[in-house]
């Protein structure tokens, strides 16, 4: 099971504050919208969004379709393909993916210490295996 690009999504209450302060630990803006409240940033191959006002904590979050370097993959597992695996597992799910669905989704469960997991697919589904 591939679970995709993993990042850690921050719950932040000042973006230009958080900016600047993860800036001065060498990261860069890779994708996001300042004006809309988020940003992803990388150093590395460590990746962190940084969200204003859009989850209530922070997040674990896992983007099937996308490459470390952000860019989209031909071949990966669809996150509805993911969220059948892990609720066949025993898993429940906290916010589902609709299974009628093609394209872009997320689902969202949570581990035993209360730590959401994200999974968050923004492409196309892949190309038939």
Known sequence: MELGNFSVSL???DIRASLAFYEKLGF???????EQNW?????GSARIGLFQGMFPKNLLTFNPGW???GQPLERFQDVRELQRTLKARG???????????????????????????????????????
């Not at 860069?28 to 300042?34: K, T």
């Not at 940003?39 to 150093?43: D, E, Q, S, Y």
């Open 11 to 13: 719950a932040v209450k």
């Open 28 to 34: 860069q803006r890779v994708g996001g919208q300042l």
């Open 39 to 43: 940003i992803v940033l990388h150093n």
């Open 67 to 69: 490459g470390p370097d």
């Open 91 to 129: 898993l429940t799910m906290d916010v589902q993916a609709d299974e009628g669905t093609q394209g872009p989704a997320h689902f969202v469960v949570t581990d035993p210490d209360g730590n959401p997991l994200l999974f968050d697919q923004h492409v196309p589904g892949p190309k038939v295996r």
